[in-house]
């Protein structure tokens, strides 16, 4: 929501675009349907991303694509009628539907039809399955005349690439176009990541609590310039963007996508001198035909997983957490036990402070005492909500009693 003023006001806008999902989401998001049939979307997006900028939206004609639909885009729809309807704004709403496949689920599995990257048969307890649409309903919409948008699952560049077919009429064949402006959507998909959110670097990175939000300018050729609104903090440069660009990319001359497959291997990207915060123009994205199939994301439900997040403090920290952490493991295994209950799925004990995240890449203290301050972190996995809810309660600092002033964030939750 943040974003939404800087880019309206400062961006001189055609297209708003809001990109909300990943694969998580739609697991959270069909939990929440399941509890009401009115929920399963982003209500972030409607409440306060769009209501209260509605009126300046419809004032300046800018036009609205957001996957923020969800599991649930209809209700989504029926949300955003209500608060134009409340601002006295008249909008055209249309709804990208389709990409539920809950109803193709035993087709599928008869299908046999496995895990893209493990193989894994299909699960039983599948939890929801969404094929990712491409950009072509998008422009589909727009042609019709709709101002705002809304989809379920689709591709995240996507919500990019539908404006810009609907803008310059590329057609199903122009794969270089397709790959170009597949690209620029790739590129602002995570929003202010392309901006130094996440930059390796990110002692260069200006006015990071203010950070801008990029904007693509994209010719009808496909080349396209990536900027940030003036007076805005961020850095648009060659590194941020190229980092950007291998994010999540997979092989980058096969970059599958349902309208495209893209090749954007020989592409360059040129920092234009003279803008505040920096910009850069891109160029050189590559297409062939998209394959003859669609991703499908699906989750299943694989029992409850619990964290906990412990500060502990003292000479030997690290030996301390970790003995910590093993205590309470065998103190609740020992309940599991009493109760009849299997033990845990899986357990991860990490101790932040000691390098464990860099496994034996880690790197010991000169001294050999290590950290006197540290954090565990330990999550488990089990099968049954009633463990979870065991180790929940025995993290906690009454119920420990291993170590004084042992403080905890636990949350037990469907694990997906």
Known sequence: APAVPQLLYGGKLDFLVFDYLSEITMSLLTAAKARSPVLGYTPDFVSAAMAPYIKDIHRKGVRVISNAGGINPLACAAALQEVAKKADVDLKIAVVAGDDLMSEKENLKGAGITDLESGKQFPESIHS?????????????????????????????????????????????DFDLLAAGSLAGHLIECGAQCTGGIFTDWHAVPDWHKIGFPIVECSSEGDFILSKPPDTGGLISFGTVAEQLVYELGNPQRYLLPDVTCDFSEVSITEIPGFEGGAVKVHGAKGSPPSTFYKVNATYLDGFRATAVCPVGGPKAVQKGKRTAESILQRTRLIFSQLGYEDYSAVNIQVLGSEDTYGPHARRSIDGQGPREAVIWLAVHHKQKQAVEVFSREIAPAGTGMAPGLTGIVGGRPRV
Do not use: E, K, Q
């Open 129 to 173: 399955m969404n094929v990712y649409l491409g950009a072509r309903p998008i422009s589909r919409a727009l042609d019709l005349g709709a101002d705002i948008v809304v989809t379920g699952r689709c591709v995240d560049s996507g919500i990019v690439l539908g404006p810009l077919i609907h803008s310059f009429g590329w057609n199903r064949d």
